[in-house]
Nanobody, 115 residues
């Protein structure tokens, strides 16, 4: 599976951004899709996940502000980010896990939230 993210950028605190992740290749094998982020000097952390059945899960720090979704073809995933805070500044990565538990990662997209 190959993944390409887009939609990052610079936004003021309180603003919104929508990230996209387009998957290609063996998309039929995808079990779940997730967004991770990594801020400078910090470990990569899980932001949100959507499973093959459509169930979603969020990190506590983004719950109520971010929404993960995907299209009907299950090859594009989105992350709608509202009420952004400076602490949301990070590189955001798209991740998929297939039914054999193999990971795929995108190249990342930078999100910067100014105060």
């Amino acid at each position: 599976v190959q993944l390409v993210e887009s939609g990052g950028g610079l936004v003021q605190a309180g603003g919104s951004l929508r990230l996209s992740c387009v998957a290609s290749g063996s998309i039929f094998s995808i079990n779940r899709m997730s967004w991770y982020r990594q801020a400078p000097g910090k470990q990569r952390e899980l932001v949100a996940t959507i499973t093959d059945s459509g169930s979603t899960n969020y990190a506590g720090s983004v719950k109520g502000r971010f929404t993960i979704s995907r299209n009907d073809g299950k090859n594009t995933m989105y992350l709608q980010m509202n009420s952004l805070k400076p602490e949301d500044t990070a590189v955001y990565y798209c991740n998929t896990v297939d039914w054999s538990l193999r990971d795929s990662w995108g190249q990342g997209t930078q999100v910067t939230v100014s105060s």
